[in-house]
């Protein structure tokens, strides 16, 4: 058995990058909560996706933000797809509006134009995509659909964050972008999003709404810059007792802040935003600067996968290309939940909260969510049966083969 564990979730990004940048950090408190490394971070945004630039404590408070900034009236409705983040949902009913899920297309775990225009109504305002897992999403075709019906664009790129060799149709054509920069996400500064404007409009009403935003407490920005090392720690010792008792102990005391609180899971966001902190736009700025590496290990893990999907007959989605850097790889398999549990056993986690559920993860309350079982057969065919494999920064390419070998195996 692994000692070091496989798994999708355990501080994905934290390499001695990582920990030199959140120790420098560290030993600087009162350049937490505000500071130049902000402003660097938003400049460098602002150029890469020509477009006003918002900074947030995480991408569903961005997402909120924008939302709310857009005025929807009681009951008009904002169309994602199933098979997507809990924390999209929310977002829109915090801001006044309603979900409505279009079907995917299982090549590609992303909607379609046709399933997205199936779902149009008077009360439509506007189309959240989302790029899954870093499978471009049909952006061009849909933002030809929202010109003709007068509806906005919203690109969610919470998976992927397209570097100088692509994917270069991602953040192109929506009319709004926000990025996730959470734990496991395509960049990462332990939690963060960013919003992008290209109406001068919204902008124009975005700067008001910032000013209304707050500042995160020191004691919160701490437990989120230790988050880095809790990890450094437990994860070389999770196969022993050690590993695992420390990281229970964090989370029975509560050091650990959760991906997702007990009123999220509910439903309930809170309306209030925060900026993202000085502190960890430094280390999201480190993540930019290697960028270029990090997806370039993504794209190279992909190509492995999909060499070994072809030579072991994996069903893999015909959407996915050896270009891409995608943020986890996914494939097929009727008996997903079986396979998961017989590698848990090798200390390898392949649950990624992205299974068993259209709106994830599984442990949320569905009714909130507005989401009708049986509305989307291909998103609740394909959750049931997706078996994820990582392609993040710390995910060796040695790791990748002992995790196939053992999958074959399965298979
Ligand atoms: C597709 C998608 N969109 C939006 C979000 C929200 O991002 P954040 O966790 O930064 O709020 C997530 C993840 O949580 C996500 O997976």
């Known amino acids: 058995m692994l000692i070091s564990p496989i798994h999708h979730t355990f501080a994905p990004h934290v390499n001695i990058h990582y920990i030199m940048r959140a120790f420098l950090i560290l030993l600087a408190p009162w350049k937490w909560r505000s500071g130049n490394s902000l402003k660097l971070l938003s400049q460098e945004l602002e150029q890469r996706l020509n477009a006003d630039a918002y900074l947030f404590a995480s991408g569903r408070e961005a997402l909120c933000a924008l939302l709310r900034t857009l005025e929807l009236r009681n009951g008009e409705e ?55 897992f870093g499978i471009p999403s049909p952006t061009k075709e849909l933002k030809e659909l929202c010109t003709k019906k007068n509806l906005l664009l919203i690109e969610d790129c919470a998976h992927i964050i397209p570097d100088k060799d692509g994917p270069e149709q991602i953040g192109k054509h929506g009319d709004f972008i926000f990025y996730s920069f959470g734990r496991d996400k395509a960049v990462s500064g332990i939690t963060g999003g960013a919003l992008f404007s290209r109406k001068s409009d919204v902008s124009l ?24 090392f809790v990890y450094a720690i437990a994860k070389p010792f999770y196969g022993l007792f050690i590993g695992k008792a420390f990281l229970y102990l964090l989370k029975k005391i509560k050091w650990m802040v959760p991906v997702l609180t007990k009123q999220e899971k509910e439903g309930h966001q809170s309306p209030i935003a925060h900026q993202l902190p000085n502190a960890l736009a ?11 590496i990090i997806n ?116």
């Not at 977002?91 to 297309?105: Q, R, W």
């Not at 999201?284 to 270029?292: E, T």
């Open 78 to 132: 904002v169309i994602v797809q199933g098979y997507t983040c809990v924390a999209v949902s929310n977002a829109i009913h915090t801001a006044g509006g309603v979900p409505i899920y279009a079907d995917i297309d299982r090549e590609t775990l992303n909607m379609t134009v046709e399933s997205v225009d199936e779902m149009i109504t008077q009360r439509t305002k506007a189309i959240i995509c989302q790029h899954t």
């Open 205 to 228: 009403k975005l700067n008001e709404e910032y000013k209304h935003t707050t500042t995160l407490s020191y004691f919160i920005i701490l437990r989120y810059l230790t988050y880095p």
């Open 282 to 292: 430094f280390l999201i700025i480190g993540q930019f600067k290697r960028l270029n």
């Open 296 to 411: 370039d290990h993504r794209r190279k893990l992909t190509k492995f996968y999909l060499e070994e999907g072809k030579k072991h007959n994996w069903p893999v989605p015909d959407g996915i290309k050896s270009d891409m850097p995608l943020q986890k790889f996914p494939l097929f398999v009727r008996n997903a939940g079986d396979i998961r549990a017989q590698l848990k056993k090798k200390n390898i986690h392949l649950d990624d909260g992205w299974t068993g559920c259209v709106v994830c993860p599984s442990t949320i309350y569905l009714d909130p969510t507005n989401y009708v079982p049986g509305s989307d057969p291909e998103a609740e065919s394909a959750c049931e049966q997706i078996l994820s494999l990582p392609t993040h920064p710390t995910m060796s390419m040695k790791q990748a083969k002992e995790m196939s070998r053992q999958l074959n195996r399965l298979l």
